[in-house]
């Protein structure tokens, strides 16, 4: 459900921003794609309810170098690897694995980025409480400029969730 939801959600910012058809359907197709490297991370690690050791976060943070290079090695698929690979990169270079910084960080990667996070957010979690759209989007917007894209957050936050039929409470 996760990674459906990532991908609705990147296609739909893909379409508010006026992307091209191939590269709506890229970012579609990377946004359902962008944790398969979490295939290689153990179950009982992916969900812990109680907080990670720094070795099982180091592990789950390889996610989306295990990811690259699954998808690079699939003809079909190994343009949309380098998006895969960097979709935990933070705008302000903090985010990992290569600390990419603002638009270096390829559009795909920032789109997941966001999308990613919101539907983490808004759903249950073994680790977490589930938080509501009003809550997810006051993260995402005070983040916004830090781990976000600024722009992608506004176009996400004016654009793209007023037409998606979510609970707000």
């Not at 190994?78 to 600390?99: F, M, N, R």
């Not at 894209?149 to 998606?164: A, S, T």
Request: one cysteine or more; glycine letters at 4%.
């Amino acid at each position: 459900i996760h990674t459906e939801s990532v991908s609705r959600y990147c296609e739909e910012i893909a379409k508010a921003m006026r992307l091209y058809d191939k590269a709506v359907q890229d970012i579609k197709t990377a946004g359902l794609l962008h944790d398969i490297g979490k295939i290689m991370i153990p179950y009982n690690i992916i969900n812990k309810t109680e907080a990670l050791t720094k070795e099982e976060k180091d592990l789950v943070k390889r996610h989306s170098e295990i990811g690259y290079q699954l998808l690079r090695a699939v003809d079909d698929y190994a343009h949309i690897s380098k998006y895969v690979l960097h979709h935990h990169e933070s705008w302000d270079g903090s985010g990992y694995p290569t600390g990419l910084k603002g638009e270096k960080i390829p559009l795909v990667s920032r789109i997941i980025a966001v999308a990613d996070a919101f539907e983490a957010m808004t759903s249950e979690r073994p680790y977490r409480a589930q938080k509501t759209v009003k809550e997810a989007v006051e993260e995402l917007q005070k983040y916004a400029g830090i781990r976000f894209d600024p722009n992608i957050v506004r176009i996400f936050i004016n654009k793209v969730l007023p037409n998606l039929k979510l609970q707000t409470v």
